[in-house]
């Protein structure tokens, strides 16, 4: 793969205030802020522009949850959920430097996003169902793929993980096998956190004394269909990325667990012996 250049601007000198997002041979520009000031950065010219936008914070559940839109105008959708939009705390939002983006081009990258976003199942999405596709040339249609490309490059740079799909392992990865509880589950570390694979088996019930943060990711997988009620126990219906092999174990055997003690290949050998052996 190609490396790539990503320039990101701090508009005020602080990392957690405005930054704008360039990326070598791309036309677009992102502009990652808070909500807190959104009523500072508002007025750039760039939000004259169509584009689409993710908003990102935690919903009433206390899970992280995401709304994905788009408009013919950044400024005046914005506003509109700033007013009425409690649970967002930041923002992304794409346009093009060279204002080539149109309606179609917006609403086009906005489903796919959505589509994207549901099929991960990595946090919760505020919008429901993706929009149908909007009826577009080949050559536009070919135009929004490349920049939703560009866009899932610069996503992960700022720290926005739901639109990640799973990769398939490395050839020097070893599949990781974890048991306990009467569950067997298999999967691989990876640079963006642990995935699990499809058809393992996870505990039907968590112990009492399971760290929240394990019982709330367990009900949302639930919630989501990603787990689901098989046999006795839980069933993982898609590969699907914790953030650490500690977190994955945690779901999976319904309590807390050292991921890199826990995960162990065909030899026996845990995940923090593969890790000693690579380094």
């Known amino acids: 793969m190609l490396g790539a250049t990503i320039k990101i601007f701090l508009a005020d000198g602080t990392p957690e205030g405005l930054r704008i997002i360039e990326k070598s041979n791309w036309t677009g520009r992102g502009l990652d802020f808070s909500r807190a000031d959104w009523s500072l950065v508002r007025n750039r010219t760039d939000f004259d522009r169509p584009g689409v936008y993710v908003l990102s914070g935690r919903n009433l559940t206390g899970d992280p949850a995401a709304y994905v839109g788009e408009a013919d105008e950044l400024r005046a959708r914005l506003n509109q959920h700033y007013a009425t939009k409690d649970f967002w705390t930041r923002a992304i939002a794409f346009t093009s430097k060279d204002e080539n983006l149109n309606k179609a081009h917006v609403r086009y990258l906005e489903s796919r996003l959505i589509a994207l976003g549901l099929a991960a199942k990595r946090i919760a999405l505020e919008n429901g169902n993706a929009p149908t596709l909007p009826s577009m040339s080949e050559s536009d249609r070919a135009e929004s793929e490349g920049f939703l490309l560009e866009m899932l490059v610069v996503f992960p740079v700022v720290g926005m993980l739901a639109f990640e799909q799973v990769k398939p392992p490395a050839i020097s990865q070893p599949k990781l096998t974890l048991r306990g509880r009467g569950i067997v589950a298999t999967g691989h570390d990876s640079s963006e956190g642990f995935v699990v694979y499809s058809g393992s088996t996870a505990a039907r019930a968590a112990v009492k004394s399971v760290p929240p943060y394990v019982n709330a990711i367990r009900s949302r997988l639930l919630t989501g ?40 290949d065909d030899l026996g050998r845990t995940l923090k012996t593969l890790q000693a052996i690579t380094s």
């Open 225 to 264: 269909g990603v787990l689901v009620p098989e046999a006795g126990n839980l069933r993982l219906s898609q590969d699907y990325t914790f953030d650490s092999p500690s977190t994955a174990a945690g779901v999976m055997l319904g309590r807390s667990s050292n991921g890199r003690d826990a995960w162990k």
